[in-house]
C-alpha cells in the first residue's frame, strides 16, 4: 500500500527516521541548560535588587559582586566564554575592587548608614522600571527569531568577539575608554580633597614649621 507524500514524511518523522527533520527549539520543552540560565537569572536579579535596597554599603559592594558574578555564569551557559572571563576580571576583580576602596578613601561607615537613602526613591523606582521594561523589549524585539546553539561550538570566543568589537563597534568602545578614564581622574580628585578641618590642621603645621625655621 503506497502513502501519499505529506503521510509517508509524517511517519518518518514520528518514528526518527534518519532523513527526518529536526524539530525547532520550543518553550515548552526547556532543556537544563536553559533552567539553569532561568534559575541563575533569578539569583542575579535577586542580589541586584538587595544591592540597591540595603543601607550597608560594604554589603552593597558584596551582592554586588555575588550579581556581576550571576551575569558571568549567564555568559557561561550562552556559551560567551571569553566574554564571561572579562567580566569577572574586569568587574568583579577591578570594579568592586575600586567601589571598596572609594569606601575607604572618603571613609564611609561600614555599619548601617540611615542617612544613605533620599525622598527620590520611588522616581528612582519608575525611572529604573522603565529602563528596565525597555531595555526587555528591545533585546526581545531584536532577537526574537535567533536561536543560539548551546551544542554546538563557542559564539563568545576571542576571535569572534575581537572581529565584531573592531569591525563594528570600534567608536564605542573608544568612547567608554574616554569615559572610564574621565571616572579614574575624577575618583583621584575626590579623594585627594581635604576637608575644612583638615586644611585648617595642615596649615597650622605649616605654620608652627615656619615658627621652628626661624
Known sequence: MM??????AAAATAVGAPGAPAPG?????????EIAFLLVGLATLGAAV???????????????VVALGGIAIEYLLLTAEFIAWVQVLIYL?????????????????????????SGNRW???????????????????????TWIDLDGPAQGSTKVSGEILF???????????????AALIGAIVLSRRNTPAEEAADAAARAGRQEGQR
Do not use: C, N
Not at 28 to 33: D, E, H, I, Q, R
Not at 94 to 117: C, E, H, N, W, Y
Not at 128 to 136: D, E, F, I, N
Open 3 to 8: 502513502y501519499p507524500a505529506h503521510l509517508a
Open 25 to 33: 527549539p520550543g518553550f515548552l520543552s526547556p532543556t537544563g541548560v
Open 50 to 64: 538587595i544591592t540597591v535596597t540595603t543601607k550597608q554599603l560594604v554589603h552593597a559592594a558584596l551582592w554586588l
Open 167 to 181: 569591525q563594528h563597534w570600534v567608536l564605542p568602545f573608544e568612547a567608554l575608554s574616554v569615559l572610564l578614564l
Open 123 to 145: 522616581v528612582a523606582l519608575g525611572v529604573a522600571a522603565a529602563a528596565g521594561t525597555s531595555l526587555v523589549w528591545v533585546v526581545a524585539d531584536a532577537f526574537r527569531t
Open 93 to 117: 576583580g577591578s570594579v568592586v575592587v575600586l567601589l571598596l576602596f572609594g569606601l575607604m578613601l572618603t571613609k564611609a561607615p561600614i555599619g548601617r548608614s540611615p542617612d544613605a537613602d
